[in-house]
């Protein structure tokens, strides 16, 4: 019945939070680069092909999606990807398909009945968007637009002046604990986690680049030898 607990798994799900500005596109296709290792990334677009004026210096495959984000517009994709050996997939940003959920619960409320009900019915479009991400056979990096507020905060001279800052993603509350790690990114595109279960950058603050998607590349192997290992034993 029970069996001793390993670390294992091939694919890492990864979160980036912060303001509009913060560079979550930019150091979500950074990791996606050291994540692939030379593989094909895919990047879902939702920002207005903000992405593609990445394409420069990156080398990835893009599908834009606009308005209205309904749940399809993130499936199919996703479908593409992992029928046509892409390595990652990046989605930019997830915020958008929540916020189309959330149009699709105030409409079902205009068309009358239960509103308890109805979040219902919405539920099970936000089930679809994390089966989409989670249980994906690839590396997968979502972004995801912070609430943004402003702070006093003293500077080198003394003087208090206002700082935007990043607070609660756009998302349903509680999606951070869905993800691996989750990599808050701040207006000086410094990322923290406030979440790791990889325990590699607790209590750390730096810029995500092409290493931090080969630290996680080298946990993952890591982890297929512990099991392994077990498996022989």
Same mark, same amino acid.
């Given at each position: 019945m029970f069996q001793k607990a390993q670390k294992h798994g091939?694919?890492?799900?990864?979160?980036?939070? &912060?303001? $509009?500005? /913060?560079? !979550?596109?930019? *150091?979500?296709?950074? =990791? /996606?680069? &050291?994540?692939?290792?030379? &593989?094909?990334? /895919? =990047?879902?677009?939702?920002?207005?092909?903000s992405a593609s004026l990445y394409a420069g210096e990156f080398d990835f495959d893009v599908t834009n999606v606009e308005a209205p984000y309904t749940i399809d517009k993130l499936i199919q994709p996703t479908k593409y990807v992992l029928n046509n050996n892409y390595d990652v997939l990046v989605i930019?940003?997830?915020?958008?398909?929540?916020?189309?959920?959330?149009?699709?619960?105030?409409?079902?409320d205009k068309r009358g009945g239960n509103s308890f009900a109805n979040w219902g019915e919405a539920n099970k479009k936000y089930d679809l968007l994390l089966r989409a991400i989670l249980f994906s056979k690839i590396h997968v990096i979502v972004c995801m637009r912070s609430k943004m507020e402003y702070i006093l905060q003293e500077n080198d001279k003394g003087k208090q002046v206002p700082k935007k800052v990043g607070m609660?993603?756009?998302m349903r509350d509680g999606v951070e604990y869905e993800f691996t790690?989750?990599?808050?990114?701040?207006?000086?595109?410094?990322?923290? /986690? $406030? !979440?790791d279960r990889t325990q590699m950058f607790s209590d750390k603050i730096f810029q995500?680049?092409?290493?931090? &998607?080969?630290?996680?590349?080298?946990?993952?192997?890591? *982890?297929?030898?512990?099991? !392994? !290992?077990g498996q022989a034993a």
């Open positions: 091939t694919h890492i799900k990864l979160a980036i939070t &912060g303001p $509009s500005g /913060a560079g !979550k596109t930019f *150091s979500a296709l950074r =990791l /996606a680069r &050291g994540l692939a290792a030379n &593989g094909r990334i /895919a =990047l879902i677009d939702t920002e207005n092909e930019d940003s997830a915020s958008h398909f929540w916020n189309g959920i959330l149009d699709y619960k105030t409409n079902l609660a993603p756009i790690t989750v990599f808050d990114l701040d207006i000086a595109h410094q990322a923290q /986690a $406030s !979440k995500l680049t092409e290493q931090t &998607g080969a630290q996680f590349r080298e946990w993952l192997s890591e *982890s297929d030898i512990s099991e !392994k !290992k």
